[in-house]
Structures are given as C-alpha cells and as structure tokens.
Nanobody
Framework: VQLQAFGGGLVQAGGSLRLSCAAS?????????????VGWFRQAPGKEREFVAGISWSGKVYYVDSVKDRFTISRDNAQRPVLLQMNSLKPEDTAVYYCAAREGAVVVTDRYDYWGQGTQVTVSS
C-alpha cells in the first residue's frame, strides 16, 4: 500500500492544522487500507522519531501524552484518508509528520511496514 501525507504548513501557536494520510493499493498480503492500523509519527530536527497518534482498523485510538486533548485521529474507512486534526498547536509540535500503516491491531509500536513521505509542520511562537 502506498501512502501520501499532506496538509502541513506554517501556523502560529494556538492555531490548527489538519493532516491527511491517503492510500492506494494493497498490502503484500492483499489487505486494503481500511484493514490496516494507521499511525502518525513526527521527527523534529536533532530528535528521534516519535509516535504521535494511531488508530486501529477497528477504530481504537492512542495518543502520546503530549498531544492528548489537542490532537484527534479519525477514520471513516471506505478507503478515505485517515485524518489528524491538530488544535492548540505549540512550537514544540514543529516537526516533519509521517503517516504509516501496518497489518494487525497493535497501534503503539514502531513496527510499521508502510510509510508515506513526510509533511512539514511549523508552529511559530
């Protein structure tokens, strides 16, 4: 499955952005995007990549503590993009954001098999 992340940009602190993760194709075992667990990760300059939010194929959601109550991940399947709504953005949210997909129900892991290109999110103070 091929992933494409888009929706990044420059925003002032306190502002909002919505990222989208669109997919095409199938996994190596023939599953569709709707069958996959999808995660959002981010990597800031000089820092390790970190898990931000994820949603299983059944709709269970997980967030890193630093974005809880500010970010919302959602999907409505039908092969439509997985969304990451980011509100109350802070300068420390500045990073390249990546979406990724994997088969299986485990969400909080770095073992994702399919990765999209990153989209830059910059939050000015």
């Amino acid at each position: 499955v091929q992933l494409q992340a888009f929706g990044g940009g420059l925003v002032q602190a306190g502002g909002s952005l919505r990222l989208s993760c669109a997919a095409s194709g199938r996994t190596a075992t023939g599953r569709t995007f709707d069958d996959c667990t999808v995660g959002w990760f981010r990597q800031a300059p000089g820092k390790e990549r970190e898990f931000v939010a994820g949603i299983s194929w059944s709709g269970k959601v997980y967030y890193v503590d630093s974005v809880k109550d500010r970010f919302t991940i959602s999907r409505d399947n039908a092969q439509r993009p997985v969304l990451l709504q980011m509100n109350s953005l802070k300068p420390e949210d500045t990073a390249v954001y990546y979406c990724a997909a994997r088969e299986g129900a485990v969400v909080v892991t770095d073992r994702y098999d399919y990765w999209g290109q990153g989209t830059q999110v910059t939050v000015s103070s």
